[in-house]
C-alpha cells in the first residue's frame, strides 16, 4: 500500500475518531469477535459434520441441509467482521500494514474463501468423499489460523 495513502488514512478525521474516542474502538474489537465467533462457529459446526464427526449427534444431519442453515449466519457473522475488522484497520492503517500477523490474517482469509469456493463448487457436500473431509479439515486449520493471527496482531 502507498504510504502516502495509509498517512492520509491515518489523519482522516474519521479515522482519529475511532482511534481516539473512549469506547469506539473496543466496541469494534468486541463486535468483531462477536462476527467471528459467529463465523467459526458455524463452519465448525458444518466442518466437523463433513468430517463424520460423531459428537453432539452430528451424523443424524444431512450435510447439505446443515450447510444451508447455517449459511446465513456465517454469511452475516463473515460481513460484520469484514465491516469492524475494516473499521479497525482504517483507524490504525499505518500500523496493520506493516503487522506480518495481519498479513498472514489477510492471506489466511483469502485461503479460507478459496477454499470455501472450490469446495462449494464441486456440487454437493458429500462426507464420504476424501477430497470433501481434506478441505472441511484444511477449513478448520484455516479458520484457528486466522484467530491466532487475529490475536497476534496486538502482540507483534
Known amino acids: 500500500m502507498n504510504p502516502s495513502l495509509t498517512h492520509a488514512l491515518h489523519d482522516w478525521p474519521f479515522a482519529v475518531w475511532l482511534r481516539t474516542a473512549p469506547l469506539v474502538y473496543p466496541a469494534l474489537e468486541s463486535l468483531h469477535l462477536i462476527a467471528i465467533a459467529t463465523t467459526f462457529g458455524t463452519l465448525f459446526i458444518v ?14 444431519f444431512d450435510a447439505n441441509a446443515l450447510a444451508k442453515a447455517s449459511l446465513p449466519w456465517t454469511l452475516l457473522g463473515f460481513a460484520c467482521a469484514a465491516a469492524t475488522g475494516s ?70
Not at 49 to 60: A, D, E, K, Y
Not at 103 to 127: E, Q, V, W, Y
Open 87 to 156: 473499521l479497525m484497520f482504517l483507524s490504525r492503517a499505518n500500523d496493520f500494514i506493516s503487522n506480518g500477523a495481519f498479513l498472514i490474517k489477510m492471506l489466511l482469509l483469502f485461503a479460507a474463501a478459496t477454499n470455501a469456493g472450490i469446495l462449494h463448487s464441486r456440487g454437493a457436500l458429500d462426507p464420504r468423499n476424501f477430497v470433501t473431509r481434506c478441505q472441511a479439515a484444511l477449513s478448520l486449520a484455516i479458520w484457528v489460523a486466522v484467530i491466532v493471527c487475529g490475536r497476534w496482531i496486538a502482540y507483534v
Open 47 to 60: 466442518d466437523l459434520r463433513l468430517l463424520n464427526v460423531g459428537v453432539f449427534g452430528l451424523r443424524q
